[in-house]
Every structure is written in C-alpha cells, then in structure tokens.
C-alpha cells in the first residue's frame, strides 16, 4: 500500500450548524463529500480564540502549555506591552516539523501563528499575523514570486471592522479566490504527505455580516444590499474548495475543521468600567469614552484588578513582585478574584437579566502554565458577550464592540469532518475535542507523535484498532 497522506482544509469559525445543514443546500461539491465523511462537533480550547485554538489543534497541547492566550500575548514585567505569537515561539512541536523530522514533505498555507514562516521539509506559507508588506511570507523564500503571481496577488487577511460593508465583502471573497488558486496549484505541482489549507476568509464574513443573515440577532438588518453576502460567500467556497477536494485522490484521508464556532454578538461589557466602579480599578483623572485602560492614567497605588477586551475578559491582579507597582499580595490574589467573580455574578443585562459567568483558572484547566496567563479567564453569556478593554464609557454595557463594527462572537462548537482511506467512521459523530486532532493526523500517517504529546487519538474517527497512542 502506498504510504498514507493526509489533507486538511481549515475554515476558520464555521459553525456545524452553518456547513452540516444551513448553507449546505446551496454546496453541492461539498455536500457530497460530506456524505461520504464522519462529521460532528469540534470542541474548542480555553481560550476559544483562533491563534491559539490552531496551535492547539495541530500541537496537540493545551493553550497554557503554550503559553498561548489570544491573538497576542502580555509580555513579561510589563503591563501593556503585548507580543504577537511565532511559528519558532511554540515551545511544543505542531505536526509539520514531526512529519518534517520523519522525512515527509508538507506543504501548509495560512496556519496561525505562521509568521515568519517555519521552516518545514517541504512549504509554509504564513499566516493572517504576516505584516502588510512583508517579503518574508514563504519558505522557501525562493517561491515568494511564485505565490505572487500564481495567487495574483495574495492577500493574508482583510480589515473586516469597518463601516464600509460592501468593500470588506469584495475582499474577503478576492482574497479567498486567490488563497485557493494558490492551493490547486501547489497541491498539484509540489509532492507532500500532509497538505493543509486555512482559510480565514468565514470567520471575517462572520464578523462583518452576521447581522444580516440570522434573524436572531438582536440588531438583525434585512439590508437587501448585504442579506446574500454571506450565502453567495458559502457558493463561493464551495467551487474554490469543491474544486480542491474535487482533485483530491481517493487515497488521501482529508480532514475538514475549524477552530472554533460563531454566534451573533450581544454587545461588549466594559469590564475596565465595572472593576473600576466595584472599587479594585483607580484612574488619575477623567477618561473620554472609549481610551484604551493603556492611555487612561491608571493609578497602580490604589488598583488591585485590571482586565482586557476580546472575546473573553482576562483578568490580571497588580500582584507584589510580579508587577512594576503590584500592591496585591500573591496569598491575597486567589480570594481577590473570588471577590471580583463573586460581583460579577450580580451584573444583569440594561434588560434586567443575569449573564451567566464562567470562569478558568489556568492553574486548573491547564496542563502547564507558561507565558503571561491571565490570572482568571471570564467568559460572558457563553461567550454571546464580548468584553470591552477600554474605559470612560456612560454605561457598562455597549451595543458595538469597542473596536470597530462587528456583528459575530465566537462559540465554543467548531466542527470536525473527515473521510477517506483512514476514517472507518461515516456519518454523524458525538463532539471531539480540538487537542485530539493532531495525534489522529499522526495516526492516520502512521508517525509517532511527539513523547510529549499528552492528546489522544479520536477513536471515534479510526476505529477501535487505530486509537490510542501508538508506539515509536
Ligand atoms: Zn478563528
């Protein structure tokens, strides 16, 4: 038997909901092929977010063991300063430079953290981190003109909060018909044992267009100009990637995922706001609506707790030794977040209704801790709440988020589908979790995962026979 080869397609946020039923009348390509395919929920990673939930998803390792937070992360000593994520920053192997290591080739385009592109016995292209301009955005450097031209152009990612709707739609597409062009012709050309793809182009459609296509959403806008932007975006995908999966051999194995789910956005919860007004946050003077807590004038003598924006709130405390001027003793910080979480759980919605507080400690939910963790992760609502970073606001709760238009949060569900030679399942599957994605990769190419691995096959996919680890 030839040797086994694996092909993975990345849609970044696409919910199950969104691929298995809604849209997928008007996917013929990929509707087929899901009938041939075991197909089902993905769960996400602590935090559900797309930088570290892919490094999650082909590392095999949890978020904290990667130090992995968001899409970037505190740099150390510091209160403010933060660092973007590197290829050659995750201290645990993703499963290119394992089959790198093993002698196979690869060949990846767009998986985060990928800039600047890892070098890999085969070729990386990087990711939506890579700076506008940037020449370094493939290796082997010698192919960047290939990439240019044979993309026409290729774009890593768009600026999708923005007022101008019609715009950000036109790209989101152009950039998504250039990446798989790409594709095709690298898939074609270049010989690989595990081939994979991201697209980035759903989750921005997500977050630009979501009002507009679920009547569910509390600012739902039946604008006729954007109501088909999101199903012509799904017809879209459906012949770049249909077209990809089309000249796939059937002795490929082919794995569909995505990172995480979306939801329609609520609003933001200015978290600054809040913390301030409860007493554990102090400024030195009056804020205009909207200053980012960096340019606020925070008094550190009198601030125990300060939190961040994004899908979630990461909490940190001003803890003695550890922050520049840290006044919470390292003993106190445990009950000063229960006390934080304790009036949380008080808040209520301008509605009236309670929002349901979840929260994680990494020290519990994380195999190791490494990087700056937030000292707790709040999620708001399930995540339908985002958290709002910045300060000086007339009320806690805001209908936008505070950086730029947006219409979508993240959801815990991703999906998972996979067919072909190493996939006895067929059908629909009961959840799997993101981590166990790269071992059964592994797996299905027949390479030993890392000894440090600590995830495990999804034996719902391979059957009884393929689970577990397998020996070196
Ligand atoms: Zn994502």
């Known amino acids: 038997m030839d040797r086994p080869r694996v092909v993975v397609i990345g849609l970044d946020s696409v919910t199950p909901e969104l691929l298995f039923e809604r849209f997928r009348p008007q996917l013929p390509r990929l509707s087929k ?72 080739r690869v060949c990846v385009v767009g998986v985060p953290p990928g800039y600047p592109p890892p070098t890999v016995n085969g070729i990386y292209v990087s990711d939506l981190l890579t700076p506008p301009g940037a020449a370094d955005f493939v290796t082997p450097s010698s192919m960047a003109e290939e990439v240019e031209r044979v993309s026409g152009g290729y774009i890593f990612d768009v600026t999708f909060r923005s007022d101008e709707r019609a715009r950000v739609g036109e790209e989101i597409a152009t950039m998504t018909r250039r990446r798989w062009t790409l594709a095709r012709h690298l898939f074609a050309k270049e010989p690989w044992d595990l081939f994979v793809v991201h697209e980035i182009g759903t989750d921005r459609l997500h977050h630009a267009f979501w009002k507009y296509f679920d009547p ?6 039946p604008d006729p100009r954007f109501a ?46 809040w913390l301030a007004r409860e007493g554990f946050l102090s400024y030195r003077s009056g804020t205009a609506p909207g200053t980012p807590l960096e340019s606020a004038g925070v008094d550190w003598s009198r601030t125990r707790v300060w939190g961040a924006g994004g899908y979630y709130a990461r909490l940190q405390a001003n803890v003695v030794g550890r922050e520049a001027s840290g006044i919470v003793a390292p003993e106190a910080v445990e009950a000063l977040l229960d006390e934080v979480v304790h009036g949380l759980r008080k808040l209520r919605t301008p509605g009236g209704a309670p929002i349901e507080i979840e929260v994680a400690r990494p020290s519990e939910v994380y195999d190791e801790v490494r990087g700056v963790p937030p000292d707790l992760l709040v999620y708001f609502d399930d995540l339908r709440w985002r958290s709002a970073g910045t300060v000086g606001h007339p009320t806690l709760f805001l209908d936008e988020n505070d950086t730029g238009p947006d219409d979508a949060v993240h959801s815990w569900d991703g999906l998972l589908a996979a067919g072909g030679p190493g996939i006895t399942a067929r059908g629909r599957l009961g959840a799997s ?40």
């Not at 992360?73 to 645990?92: E, H, K, W």
């Open 433 to 472: 979790h993101i981590r166990d994605v790269a071992p059964t990769i592994l797996s299905v190419l027949g390479v030993a995962p890392p000894r440090t691995m600590r995830s495990t096959p999804i034996s719902a996919l391979l059957g009884r026979h393929r689970s577990g680890r397998i020996g070196p």
């Open 228 to 273: 088909n932007v999101a199903s012509d975006y799904y017809r879209l995908l459906d012949e770049e990637v249909g077209a990809f999966l089309e000249g796939v051999p059937d002795d490929v194995t082919v794995f569909v995922v995505s990172d995480h789910g979306s939801q329609s956005m609520q609003g933001a919860i200015c978290i600054n706001e």
């Open 216 to 221: 569910a959403h509390p600012r739902y806008d």
């Open 33 to 104: 092929w899901l009938d041939r395919s075991a197909h089902g929920v993905l769960k996400s990673c602590d935090p559900p977010i797309t930088v570290p939930a892919w490094a999650v998803m082909f590392t095999g390792m949890d978020a904290g063991s990667l130090g992995l937070y968001g899409f970037r992360n505190r740099r150390p000593g510091t209160y403010f300063q933060m660092l973007a994520p590197t290829p050659s920053g995750l201290p645990y192997p993703p499963i290119w430079d394992t089959l790198s290591r093993s002698g196979r």
